[in-house]
């Protein structure tokens, strides 16, 4: 009698198309909202949307980027619209997923189910909201060249070595680059000697020095100078040492709407089937070695910046290499609960992540229509046309407890009025802009090209509130429940101080 043999399941990237379905799944229900604010405009992005070449290239020289190919690239897809960076980037953040699983094939320690565990807390975990920025894309952009060069490594040198000078552009990833070469070396090596290391370090040579020798030319000819002067040097112990606790205190701010999470839960667990094989305890000390390494190397170049890296404002973009050390730190622990257990706290693990991301893109999408909604408002405003220096006052809420840069109020007024006129400020910019700490400012960038001080300028101050009052209790927050859009009206008052 012929024996039943089990076929293997259908591959492709090396998983099952159950898994990788369950992994696209998941990722597009945690990260599909960007679909929502495809052509949207937010923060810095305002200083390169509709901006000239030369303008955009004049950023991008200033601020130390080789060759200015950041101000290349943002004028290119431009071109097409802000659409094609969404789409990009959530392509380019999924296939940087799936290179984690291809990475991991390499390594006898992690197990089939660990490698599944990782890759999805990996895709989905709630880090850098921030990639949304148009302005961001390069470092997404650099993000997936550092994975795509760590699996060419030991299949095409010349590639893994031109991705590594692509994703250098993100400095943070000159020290995450640890984690590839220490990787690459205990695949070939099981002892930690120096005659060892010195072997090894002779046969990639080339390796190592990639990293310095970008760190040189980049400091000898494209240090940044002008606006940027300064930007990223100013190294402190101090800021290493506080960086975790706001960490800490920031991460108790999150909220999640129940209601969501328990029906995510309920999703996730008729998605994500029950393990069918034994965790590999064996190898637990190195997943747990490896989990701690990669959260410090993606956290220190930040922390040591005193750029601490947090759920809420723009500052979420400092998470950008937090996923992968979470997400194997928390496959480790889960490798010593029961079956039922691993699987109940995997799926409430992912029910909150995508719980807390649905809820950023709907504040996004909410804080797109309040924009767009102001410079409705603006446009119909004669005092706003005619002031020249507007302080805005804002009592609405916006996404992630964001605040409006001032460059920010004069893009809305640039579009809603087509000039650049004037100039508008938070009631807190008042002061630096008093004693001309933003004249450098007044340029195309910043919407403020046309702006020029004056003594006795014309000075309103603009309240933004909710039209109707009920939708204080509701508007962008999106934790007490899904609310519609709220609508918006702007009060004329007079400034403080002209």
């Known amino acids: 009698m012929r024996k039943n043999v089990k076929q293997p399941d259908a591959q492709i990237f090396g998983m099952g198309y159950g898994q990788l379905f369950t992994l ?19 923060w810095d992005d305002w200083t390169i949307y509709n901006a000239s070449s030369s303008t955009i290239l004049s950023i991008f020289t200033m601020d130390g980027s080789i060759l200015a190919w950041i101000g290349h690239l943002h004028i290119a897809l431009l071109a097409v619209g802000p659409w094609l960076y969404r789409v990009l ?33 990996f895709l989905v975990l709630p880090f850098n909201w921030a990639r949304i920025a148009l ?40 020290v995450f680059f640890a984690l590839p ?48 002067a300064g930007y990223n040097e100013h190294f402190s112990l101090r800021n290493l040492v506080m960086c975790p606790f706001s960490m800490a205190l920031d991460s108790t701010r999150l909220q999640i709407n129940a209601v969501l999470f328990i029906c995510l839960i309920a999703f996730c ?43 809420f404002d723009w500052s979420s973009r400092h998470q950008l290499l937090f996923s ?32 807390i991301s649905i809820q ?45 840069r001032f460059y920010e109020w004069n893009a809305l007024m640039k579009h809603a ?24 400012y007044f340029v195309d960038a910043f919407s403020a090209d046309h702006f020029v001080r004056m003594p006795n300028q014309s000075s309103i101050s603009v309240l933004i509130d909710y039209a109707d009052e009920s939708a204080k209790e509701s508007t962008v927050r999106a934790v007490r429940g899904i609310q519609g859009k709220a609508s918006y009206k702007l009060v004329v008052r007079t400034s403080p101080r002209s």
């Open 181 to 228: 070469i220490a990787d690459s070396y205990f695949r070939d090596n099981k002892a930690l000697d120096l005659n060892s290391i010195l072997k090894w370090a002779s046969r990639k040579l080339d390796f190592i020095a990639l990293p310095f020798a970008y760190w040189i030319v980049k400091q000898v000819y494209y240090r940044p100078y002008g606006l940027y």
């Open 269 to 311: 667990l008729l998605v994500l089937k029950k393990p069918e094989n034994s965790p590999n305890k064996s190898g637990s000390i190195y997943m747990l070695l490896a989990g701690t390494a990669a959260l410090l190397f993606g956290v220190f170049p930040y922390c040591i910046l005193g750029l601490t890296p947090t759920f």
């Open 417 to 440: 009025l087509g000039d650049e006129r004037r100039l508008g400020l938070n009631q807190r910019d008042l002061d630096k802009f008093t004693q001309g700490g933003l004249d450098a």
């Open 360 to 404: 950023t893109y709907y504040e996004l999408s909410l804080d797109w229509c309040k924009q767009r909604e102001i410079m409705a408002l603006i446009a119909q405003n004669d005092q706003i046309r005619k002031a020249q220096v507007v302080v805005f006052d804002d009592h609405t809420d916006n996404a992630r407890q964001r605040v409006y």
């Open 135 to 174: 302005i961001d894309f390069p470092y997404i952009l650099c993000y997936f060249a550092f994975f795509m060069a760590w699996y060419c490594m030991g299949k095409n040198r010349i590639l893994a070595l031109g991705f590594f000078l692509i994703s250098f552009n993100t400095n943070s990833m000159l």
């Open 324 to 355: 992968l050390g979470v997400a194997v730190l928390l496959t480790y622990l889960l490798k010593y609960f029961s079956t039922e257990s691993r699987r109940l706290a995997l799926v409430i693990m992912v029910a909150g992540s995508i719980a």
């Open 89 to 121: 980037t959530f392509i380019l953040m999924f296939i940087s997923g799936l290179l984690i699983w291809k990475i991991m094939e390499r390594d006898e320690w992690i197990g089939l189910e660990e490698r599944f565990s990782i890759t999805l807390l």
């Open 24 to 42: 696209l799944t998941l990722y597009a229900l945690a990260h599909g909202g960007i679909f929502l604010i495809l052509n949207a405009i937010f």
